[in-house]
């Protein structure tokens, strides 16, 4: 079109045409809609998708000054002199300027800032789930351990602790409807598809009241459909050594809406019953969004589903099955919400979800099934006033819970009619004092009700949440905070995977009633946050946690199991803990060279019976350093590097023989017995890890190739997870179990 | 870069806090005694516990020179007598039988330290389905099998299955807890899955007396606060064989 106009244009002789192509300074990537004007005038144009322009201006304008400016790139200004000529050719590299960059990035975190009455949560926006180096494929999971206060008890299992916290306290969102277990492949990968993702926030402190249903903290996921931003058809598709998934989403102005729709699998299955070997395993997950418009309202349709299947038969009678296990999520959620030019927001949303577990063993030795629905409903409507913004709710989570346990040897115990009712009322106000302070508080009154007619129980009670927060302002860039909240939680995992020696967050929730109330924690929180430079945010938070009730999965042999209501009112012991730390975070979110530091200093114990013990996410100190940059030629490469010190754990004290007979009556074998001494008062070695990425990225037209190429622990570092006996050696020799070893992977991701 | 030397204390926390500590050894005496009714002879075994990194031949453990006596519900006290075959083992002598459903005081005297514990013996442990040397087919359903017990306790049953004359996966297949004197026992068909054919199921019920070893099925030990460690209690138990086809 440029051509023809160009052509056009001199063939009439009494126009002047500026030409050329605009380029990305370090990578040479073409720029399209980079702004161009005469400076003084009206006339400008903006660039191809080709990084090409034309500007077609009257032949009095001889010499004159041009601007080149794009969001994101320094501008340029270009004095242009004709000459004589009808024709001049002006080709413009484009340098990044982080300065100008703020405008996006940095702007959005400022406003969050200076809004926010707590210290800004940390953040994970899709770039760096996709640059930073991968454990086989990018996980979201496995990127938030390198947040400050986030821990971790080992690499087999993506699943963090958050500032002392048990993993099972995080509540996890995606796009505002919460997940139970979001975990595939054991707990070894998460249940999120990074291509889907958007973005993804962890509040540890300053978590709203109308979330008071974890203890810990709260992940809130927003995929790439949310805020209509999809323009035309466009999505992502990717092909790991793990899994291949397809994201695609669309804007559909007949409908005036968009949608997005991710799905992914793991493929080796199929892979390798071409060549004749059976692995009885794979996963997938799928993730749809739809927003629309109709009047003045939104309506955001979401729905996300996700399996894992385990099934190993018997290799001489496939009709034996030694082990069937699968578990997922499905989820529904319907928002409605409406705005009046952003002076009020009045949100609906109502939800439902499901959680299944499946677990047979032995053929027919063994059988567990278990089935949670929630059903939510609720609604939200927040008034902004000058200096005050206030928002109160309602919501209503229903929750039957079904388990069918058998013992095919002559125990079986059901659940089946029990149920939970959780209804919060909450009201919650931010108002600014003056430029400098900024305070919130909440309250949620939440009325918790279970009932199980097989055990002949029933409870109904009123618990009240508060959250107090204050952010004084020094200046533009730097603020103090002070917060405090309290935190219920309503259901707690238990079942035959819990404290198997590795976490594997495949838990199986118990609804809380009876004699046992739910959990409570309380958490107080002083922050310090700001900018060193225009370009590197930091925040510096001590934190104290109390957990006043906690409840904890007792060891098999301490359960009564002769009926299921006293196998339901003895399964749990009673607890506290408590929970201390300092949290850093030094971050550079623009820039060709971007990355964090982040520090964490924690303590976390909790007292069971008579016994008080480190968690065993008890990581005292965690030093994670995170890197990303962009090479020249399309080239980026990143880095993270994990130095923390070394989980607690059980050690052996002594040995002892273990007289076994061999059958009654009969002769008998001494066994060597390991005595273990008190819970988690040593540690392992510190915990060290690299890893490492380089990606390239091909262009072919408007599509683009990324490939990755990712190392995972490159220095192979002997990470110990657990110590075991050797005992064909006299003495014994102490081994380490080693957690992951150097693992590289490559990702193909097609972006169209 | 100057504004980050506050970062400098933590790195120097960080570092001095990542050694690790080794606790040091514990000791404790291990008794084994369990007592079970019908039988001529009561046994315990009195051990100690030793080092991990300690070199110690099998023939290098035991405990010599205990005194072990029980009390039972009429006062009348019986004694063991160290075994002249293996240090550490006792026997009772031959005039102490223990009976069903009656309570017992264990007590075990080592170098200067009283172990003392009160036991009670379950009931009668009957198994009434199937009869002896019954014939199953691995094709038949899985075998069912019925018994009962007399005032036995909670975490009383444990089922073995038992090659004849020797144990038969009984470490790599767990033992299975049921909860009631009356109840049915399942076996799945792959305990019978062996060149033998010909098996003895035991089925054994045991008190809830544990000493320490509170948790048999994983085979490890909590020390805790006290002078031994061990497996103190009672046991009855009943077998059946039964012939399996393949």
Redesign the interface.
Known sequence: MFLCSFYLMLLVGKYNVLTGEIYDAATKEPLQMVNIVIVGTETGTVTDDKGYYSLIMSDSLGEFRVRYSMMGYGQVVKDIKFSGKDYLSVDIAMKMEPLKLQGILVSAKKKKFRSSASITPSSLSQEDLMMLPSFVEGDLMRTIEALPGVTKSSDFSTSVSVRGGSPDQNRVLIDDVPLLNPFHLFGLVSAFNSNAIKSAELYSSGVPVRHDASLSSVLDIKTKGVGREIEDLSGVASLSLLSGGLTMGSKIPSLNSNFLLSVRRTYADKLLALFGYDLPYYFYDGYFHWETDIKDWSLVLSGYTGKDFLDIRDEDDES?KIIAFDWGNDVLALNLFHSNAQEDLFHIFAGYSNHDFFLRA????FITDGNIDVGTIGAEYTKNFKRNEITVGLEEYYRPFEYNVN?????AYSYEDIWSNRISMYIEDKFGLSDYLIISGGIALTHYYSESKEFDQENSDFFRAYRLSAKYFFNDFRAVTFSFGNFHQYIVPGGALIDMGVDIPIYYWIPLGGEYNPEEAQHFNLGFEGW?REDLYFSLEGYCRRYNRLLNMK???DI????EKEYYETMLEEGNGKAYG?D?L?KKEIGNLRGW?S?S?LKSDVVFGEETYPTDWDR??N?HLTLLALLGKRYEAGIQVA?C??NPY??????????KE?????EDE??W???????N??????YVRLDASLGRSFYFGNNELDVKLSVYNVLDSKNVFMYY?DYDE???I?KPFNMLPRIPSIEFIYKF | MKRLTFVFPFLVLFFISCSTDETPFEHRYVINLVLKPDMKFQRAFVDSTYRLDSYLGSEHTGVSDAEIFIVDENSDTFRYSESDTLTGLYYSNDSFCVEYDMEYLVNVSVEGEVISREVQVPGLLTIFSPNHLDTVSLSDPPLLIWNTCEHCFENTYIVFPYLTGKSQESDSFPPMVIPDTSMGIFYAKLIFRDTDTNYTISVEAMDSNVYAFSNMWFEYGELKEGVAVGLIGAITFDTVAVWVEE
């Open positions: 034996i032995l053929d027919t030795v013992f095919q040897m002559g125990f060193l060891d098999m042999e009564q199991i002769s009926t300092i850093f030094l530091l520090y200093f005292n100190h030093l130095f010190t070394g059980t050690t052996d004290l002594a040995r002892c023989r273990y007289r061999l059958m009654p009556y009969g001494a066994e017995i390991q005595l273990l001494g008190d819970k008062q040593v540690r392992y070695p510190p006996y006299e003495p014994p102490k």
